[in-house]
Structure formats: C-alpha cells, structure tokens
C-alpha cells in the first residue's frame, strides 16, 4: 500500500530501545485518503505522533468494514517502495496487487501478500472488476535492518499459515513465531505478526517473548487488552518484558498483534522509502521519477503491467533536510 499523502511528513523512526516494563500506550489512529479523487479512507495509527515503531513495525493501515459496493473500493496506482515489507491482510473482500517483478495476486481473506522491496520495487493495488461488497484489512510495513535493505525484491503469497484453535479463539500466525506455530513468511528481525479471532465472551491468554515489545491493534469492535477496552482502529502499545498478555472479546472479536525486538536503527521514513539518510530517499524519489516518465522497465523500480492508468508521482521533497532521528518523539 502507498502511503499517497500530497505532502507527506518526514516521519523519524529508530534510535534506542525503550526500557523493560509493562507500559501501556494509546495510539488513536489520523483519518488519511487512500487513492484518487475517490479515495476510500483508511486510519494510520503507525507512525503515530509519539511512537512511531513497535518493533520493526514501521506503518499500520486499517481500514473498513467498508461498503464498497457499486463503488470503485481501493484503487492504488503504481508507485514505488524501498528499504521495507509490505504485509497486506484482509478479514473481508478481495484486493488484486500487481508488482514489476510480474506477480499478480489476488489478495483473499486468510492468505498473506508479503512483497519484499529490498533495493526497489513498484506495484498497485486494487479492487477487482466484480468485487464484493465489503473490504476490510490491514496493511502493514515491516522496515528492514541496514544489512539487509539491498536485498532483491520479492513477492510471497501464503495461502497455508499455521492457526493456534481454543475454544476462546483463534490465532493466525502470519509472520514470526507464537506458542510453538511459526510462519514460514521470510523475516529479517525478529518479530511476531498475528491475527487474533476471539470467541464471544472469551479471552484468549498468549503467551509472548518478554524481550519484544508487543502492541494490539483492534480491527473489530468489543476488544479489551487486559481488561481495558480498545475502540476499533486503535492501538495499544505494551511495551518489554511480558511473558503473557489477554485479549478479551465483549462479542465476538477480532484483533492484530505485532511485536518485535525494539529496532534500534535510525531510519527516514519518507513517503514510500524507508532510508538512512536524506541523499538516500532523495535518490530514490529520483530514480522512481525518471523511470515513471520513461517508462523504463530496466529501472530500478521496472514497471508494473495491467493497470488502467499512470504511475503514481512522486511529492516534491521538503526544502529541509531528511534527518534520520530517534524512534520515538520523547526520549526513551
């Protein structure tokens, strides 16, 4: 998913791990559009004001239930990614994502669409002719350690996670390892992604790495984390140091946990680039420019096939310097 703001920030991401403990953190999501003129509404709720990471958690979409029909849905032209993983999970509709490597992939409810940007890659995504009704989802960005930001792109669909069943729940893992289930998507830190399906009335008692740092994202109503209710579309951050957290469904529920070892790098994350410094996101908005207006398939970002219109331009730089800084606003 393209982060497709007019003026995007200069969001600063990175620097040193937050003290063991059990915090707990609000974060309210921002309402942003996502496309064309128009463009379905999604909520951001990473990078958020003041905590920008959970983990190598980088940026966290969520979006519906919503009513999509006779409507266009999702519709996001060609544009660019560098330096990160896109995770992209629906729990409603269909999404068709299409990428310069040649992938084309319809993204269902239950699979897992996990594009690797590496050194470069474009892509789009939309909801198909004949689409259903509802779209309901996430889309997430994983940033990618300093060793690893280079790798060659690549495209992963997984349509066979492993799924923990209880008679309180459910639990997809999508990404990482949880209780013994671990996901064969590729990771490059260590991390934990999953879904969370929990029973009316239930609570559903996980048990997490007490060296990550671990936030729940609700994506339905009547969730509760630790007995305290979390509204649909916002996210609680939870800090180190647990070996357990409950999530609660007043009804049945559904919610997203991401956690990870604190990502200690300092990176730019600038529109769709995910960087170390500001020559490096500049090049690449250069380097993305050049190739959308030739067209040039041997670029770095190669061109995506099939879509019904142009490429995404890029925004014009800030007139300030891009400046890798600590991941959070307070100090830590």
Same mark, same amino acid.
Request: a negative charge; charged letters at 20%; proline letters at 8%.
């Given at each position: ?89 629906? !729990?409603? =509709?269909?999404? @068709?994502?299409?990428?310069?490597? /040649?992938?084309?992939?319809? #993204?269902? %409810?239950?699979?897992? &669409? ?20 509802? !779209?309901? =989802?996430?889309? @997430?960005?994983?940033?990618?350690? /300093?060793?690893?930001?280079? #790798?060659? %792109?690549?495209?992963? &669909? ?175």
């Amino acid at each position: 998913m393209s982060n497709v703001e007019h003026d995007p920030a200069e969001l600063r991401c990175g620097g040193v791990a937050t003290a063991a403990g059990r915090e707990c953190e609000l974060l309210e999501p921002r309402t942003v559009p996502l496309g064309g003129p128009r463009a379905m509404m999604v909520g951001r709720t990473l990078p958020n004001r003041d905590r920008r990471m959970v983990g190598a958690w980088c940026f966290a979409d969520f979006y519906g239930p919503a009513d999509i029909a006779g409507a266009p849905g999702m519709q996001v032209p060609p544009h660019p990614h560098t330096g990160l993983q896109t995770v992209s999970w629906l !729990l409603d =509709g269909e999404v @068709l994502h299409r990428d310069s490597l /040649g992938s084309e992939q319809l #993204v269902r %409810p239950g699979e897992l &669409n996990l594009m690797t940007a590496g050194f470069g890659i474009s892509h789009s995504e939309e909801s198909p002719v004949g689409h259903g009704p509802v !779209l309901h =989802g996430v889309q @997430l960005w994983v940033a990618l350690p /300093g060793d690893r930001r280079d #790798v060659a %792109p690549h495209f992963e &669909n997984h349509a066979d996670l492993p799924v923990l069943s209880t008679t309180d729940g459910a639990v997809t893992v999508l990404m990482g390892a949880l209780a013994g289930a671990e996901s064969t998507a590729r990771t490059y830190t260590p991390l934990i992604g999953a879904d969370l399906s929990i029973a009316a009335g239930r609570t559903l008692r996980l048990p997490v790495e007490p060296e990550f740092e671990h936030a729940v994202l609700a994506v339905s109503d009547g969730v509760s984390v630790d007995d305290r209710p979390l509204a649909r579309g916002n996210m609680l951050y939870l800090g180190r140091g647990r070996d357990e957290l409950s999530v609660r469904g007043d009804g049945p529920a559904r919610a997203m946990l991401l956690g990870g070892v604190p990502f200690e790098e300092e990176i730019v994350m600038w529109w769709n680039f995910v960087g170390r410094s500001h020559d490096e996101v500049a090049q690449a908005r250069a380097e993305w420019e050049h190739g959308r207006v030739a067209a040039d398939p041997d670029g770095r970002f190669g061109v995506v096939h099939g879509y019904g219109g142009p490429a995404l331009p890029a925004p014009e730089l800030p007139n300030v310097e891009l400046r890798a800084r600590g991941r959070t606003r307070r100090p830590s």
